[in-house]
């Protein structure tokens, strides 16, 4: 039974970490990534919100083409690539289409689709491409993406996605707990199917 996995890149297929060590460097700062308890990282820096715009729209090509994967994921998306669409929704301006998909390719990554679309909100994207399940690191999008679809959406727990969510948003700490999750997810969904016919 194949499904439409709806998936976010940054802080989700990549490591949430993978920003800090530039930032870091960038502006002599020491900032930890148990202490990012928000997603908005202009906060945490000591320069203007102009100037960390700034700063991030040129070093942003960089951060993406070097970013390491997060723990586990390369593996489960290869499985998942068998059975499943993929489809990669980030909130990436499109200019960067092109350093994402070689990274992609890179790194032996198959997908489906890639859709960049320059917002956080990705309910419109969600809805056109008929996802039938998303992955996410921001809070406030899983919650939504679930609500307005009335999708499961899985919550990669993070420093900065802390406050409660609804029933139909799963918090997992790893790939791995996805995958589970996921497998179970499929079997219900068979089963419900089955049921049907």
Request: proline residues 5%; negative net charge.
């Amino acid at each position: 039974m194949r499904k439409r996995f709806g998936i976010d890149i940054d802080g989700t297929v990549t490591c949430p970490k993978s920003i800090l060590p530039y930032i870091n460097k960038a502006f002599g700062m020491n900032i930890a990534y148990e202490d990012v308890d928000q997603y908005e990282l202009t906060p945490f820096v000591n320069v203007s919100e102009e100037e960390f715009a700034k700063w991030f729209a040129e070093n942003e090509p960089t951060i993406y083409q070097e970013s390491p994967f997060a723990p586990g994921a390369k593996r489960i998306l290869h499985k998942w690539e068998k059975d499943h669409e993929l489809f990669f929704i980030s909130a990436r301006s499109s200019h960067l289409l092109e350093i994402t998909e070689k990274w992609f390719f890179d790194k032996g990554l198959t997908f489906h689709h890639i859709e960049l679309i320059g917002s956080h909100n990705k309910v419109k994207t969600v809805k056109k491409h008929q996802v039938d399940i998303f992955f996410e690191d921001k809070h406030d999008n899983a919650v939504m993406i679930h609500e307005e679809c009335q999708i499961p959406v899985i919550l990669f727990d993070t420093p900065y996605n802390q406050n409660s969510i609804p029933k139909g948003v799963i918090r997992v700490n790893n790939w791995k707990e996805a995958n589970l999750w996921v497998e179970n997810w499929l079997k219900q969904e068979k089963n419900r199917q089955e049921m049907l016919i």
